[in-house]
């Protein structure tokens, strides 16, 4: 819960510290509180994210790993803004910020709720063209490890993961791979 939140709900500043100080809360980034007594956040990163940087889409290597794409660690949160937004100044947790341009940010946009915050993540194809989009940034070794992760399920949609990579512009880029993966 953020501190604005809690204002809003009728808790007075005082008590909010008097909590804290009792060790009835926990602190998990400025301005983001938590009691103790919940089961622990199961992706805290995420959660602080979604609070405190309202409009970002959680993208890119972070995306992967929360669709289950990668077998690599994030040690950032990658997140995508629109072109034009201001960066956010997180003390924790490191952000690796992506613009996108209006078209590419809004599409293929989910909202899951982790513990009870809504935060909003790309979906696997969406992800997947934004991966081969970014892949000088990202490297082309994890771009291909995802797609041939996403060609062994047994869930997948390729019109749609075309789609996607025409409105990221890469399906040109990307096609030779799908179809050796498919």
Not at 116 to 129: C, D, I, N, P
Not at 135 to 142: I, T
Request: glycine share 6%.
């Amino acid at each position: 819960m953020r501190m604005s939140e809690a204002l809003a709900a009728g808790v007075s500043r005082y008590r909010l510290y008097r909590m804290l100080d009792d060790g009835a809360l926990e602190r998990v980034s400025r301005g983001v509180y938590r009691l103790t007594e919940l089961p622990p956040i199961s992706d805290p990163d995420l959660a602080v994210v979604a609070l405190r940087v309202p409009r970002a889409v959680v993208c890119l290597v972070s995306a992967l790993a929360f669709h289950d794409l990668t077998t690599q660690v994030p040690h950032a949160v990658w997140i995508a803004l629109p072109r034009g937004a201001d960066t956010p100044r997180l003390d924790h947790p490191p952000l690796s910020v992506h613009r996108f341009a209006p078209d590419a940010f809004e599409a293929g946009v989910e909202v899951h709720e982790l513990d009870g915050v809504e935060v909003k993540v790309y979906g696997a194809e969406k992800t997947l063209a934004d991966v081969f989009k970014f892949r000088n940034q990202v490297g082309m070794d994890v771009a291909l490890e995802a797609l041939g992760l996403y060609a062994g399920r047994r869930r997948r949609d390729v019109e749609a993961l075309l789609e996607y990579a025409r409105i990221c512009r890469v399906e040109r880029v990307m096609r030779p791979y799908l179809e050796a993966l498919l």
